[in-house]
Structure formats: structure tokens, C-alpha cells
């Protein structure tokens, strides 16, 4: 940033100490404050969507009645900034494949139990539109608006995130379809040379690296 023009705004973003206390002048819970500061330490900067997403697997967790050391699966309906929330928190994984990321958008997260059946009763919260409006901040940052600036306006979303808390949240109790775990035999493409699972080739018959999902191209 431009010093001139940083006195000039005189809007510094609050560092790490600075957040922490208004986490505690805003009465943030000291359990939840521990989750927000992993998850700062994780993410490596305080997203706004992480620290709501933080509060939302807190909620999630107490109506759910677990305990983060329980093996929980999650559900994320955005992929940004949330599902890393769930990953510190909750132990729910990208790579402990108990994290799904079903990107439709939502500013929402579901968390269940493992079932031996094919469902289970799960937890289901969100960001409710009917309480953002109290949160001005918040609604203007949440909707995209032109209006927010994030250059001048952080602190005050900061602040205002730590003060809602729950407060902009709602939840339901939901059913969550459980996949069971697909059995597979290893293959090797005929095109690279690597081996993949069978269910991961094409109809084309290679891998889908050397077919629709390929990404990159070798030099030299
Ligand atoms: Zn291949």
C-alpha cells in the first residue's frame, strides 16, 4: 500500500493482536476465538468468509452435538474461503475425503455422522438473508455491492462479524445421502503409462488426464 495514501485513508488492516481483541471486546467465546485463530493460521490471512465460516461449524458442531474429535463428514455449498473452516475445525477433509465441496454457490455447510446405512441425520447451517439486513457491513460485503470497499471498509466488517456472530445464521436439521465407497481395480492407461483407477477411464479408453481433464502440456 501507498504510504501517503495510507495516512492519507489512515485504514490499516488490524493485525492478528488487533483482531483478537476485538474479538474480545465484541464477546466472541474463547473456544470460538481459538477456532478463528487456527483458522487464520491455516488459511494465512483472515478471510471474512473463513471467520463466518468459523462461527458456522461452531453452531453446526453444538446442535449436532459433537465434539471436533468425532469423526464428522462435511458438506460445503461454496468453495471459497468456508471449506477451510470445516478442514481446521471440524477434521472434515479434502484428502480424509469427508469434505465435499458441492459448489452451488451458498454460503452454507452441512456436517453428519458416518452412517453404516445410506443416509444420515445431519446438521445443515447458512447464512440467512432476513438477518444480514441488521448487519449493514456485512449484507454490502455478502452481496458484492459496489458499495463496499475493501480498502477502507475491512475493519468495520471485521468488527461486525465478530459482533453478529450466530446472529446472521439459521439451520436445519437434514437428511445427507452417504456414498459408499466405490470398489476399484488399478489400470494402466495405454497413452502415459501411469496407473489410475478403472472408473477413472474414458470411453476413449486413457486416462482422464490424456482426455477431457488433461491440464497440462510437457516442455521440451
Ligand atoms: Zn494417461
Redo the contacts with the bound molecule.
Keep these: 500500500m501507498d504510504t501517503k495514501d495510507h495516512k492519507h485513508t489512515n485504514h490499516r488492516e488490524y493485525t492478528l493482536e488487533e483482531l483478537n481483541a476485538r474479538m474480545e471486546i465484541h464477546g466472541v467465546d474463547p473456544r470460538v476465538t481459538e477456532y478463528l485463530n487456527r483458522c487464520i493460521a491455516f488459511h494465512t490471512f483472515p478471510a471474512p468468509g473463513l471467520l463466518i465460516g468459523a462461527f458456522m461449524v461452531d453452531y453446526a458442531l453444538e446442535l449436532l452435538g459433537a465434539r471436533t474429535d468425532e469423526k464428522l463428514y462435511a458438506v460445503c455449498e461454496t468453495h471459497k474461503c468456508a471449506p477451510d473452516a470445516l478442514q481446521v475445525i471440524a477434521h472434515a477433509t479434502y484428502g480424509n475425503n469427508r469434505l465435499r465441496i458441492v459448489n452451488v454457490g451458498k454460503f452454507a455447510i452441512t456436517i453428519n455422522r458416518a452412517s453404516a446405512g445410506d443416509s444420515s441425520d445431519g446438521v445443515r447451517v447458512y447464512v440467512d438473508p432476513k438477518k444480514l439486513a441488521r448487519f449493514s457491513t456485512i449484507h454490502t460485503w455478502f452481496t458484492n455491492s459496489p458499495d463496499f470497499n475493501k480498502k477502507t471498509m475491512n475493519n468495520q466488517l471485521f468488527d461486525e462479524i465478530f459482533s453478529a456472530g450466530r446472529a446472521i445464521l439459521s439451520s436445519e436439521r437434514v437428511i445427507v445421502k452417504v456414498e459408499g465407497k466405490q470398489k476399484w481395480k488399478a489400470v494402466t492407461?495405454?497413452?502415459?503409462?501411469?496407473m489410475?483407477p478403472d472408473y477413472s477411464v474414458g470411453a476413449d479408453g486413457?486416462?482422464a488426464?490424456?482426455?477431457p481433464m488433461g491440464y497440462y502440456e510437457k516442455i521440451g
Design positions: 492407461c495405454p497413452k502415459c503409462g501411469e489410475v486413457v486416462c488426464a490424456c482426455g
